[in-house]
């Protein structure tokens, strides 16, 4: 098990940038690909994006893609997801998740944090 803990969310306005970070103990971090997920009130939790272990392959939901980035630095045992441009749909609480091998298929993710809320006022 990897225990995970996610920081960086806040108040921003429509079209301002967050980083959310996610500090990870226990087990070898770069043995796990390491996803963000989001869970906006009254709705389902959905993927966000996700990033292999070996930072060769990154993953992103269609209505990110190109506005978020995730990372990764194995040294410090953190995952990062840069959030720019931000809408109000964006807000949401963000959860960060870590699963043991290939990130695909973008599922079967046993380890979560307690997440981090992420406001975006219009």
């Known amino acids: 098990q990897v225990q995970l803990v996610e920081s960086g969310g806040g108040l921003v306005q429509a079209g301002g940038s967050l980083r959310l970070s996610c500090a990870a103990s226990?087990?070898?971090?770069?043995?796990?690909?390491m996803g963000w997920f989001r869970q906006a009130p009254g709705k389902e939790r959905e993927f966000v994006a996700a990033i292999s272990r070996s930072n060769n392959y990154t993953y992103y939901a269609g209505s990110v893609k190109g506005r978020f980035t995730i990372s990764r630095d194995n040294a410090k045992n953190t995952v990062y997801l840069q959030m720019n441009s931000l809408k109000p749909e964006d807000t949401a609480v963000y959860y960060c998740?870590?699963?043991?091998?290939?990130?695909?298929?973008?599922?079967?993710?046993?380890?979560w944090g307690q997440g981090t809320q992420v406001t975006v006022s219009s």
């Open positions: 226990g087990n070898i971090f770069s043995s796990y690909s």
């Open positions: 998740a870590a699963k043991g091998g290939s990130a695909y298929p973008l599922s079967d993710f046993g380890s």
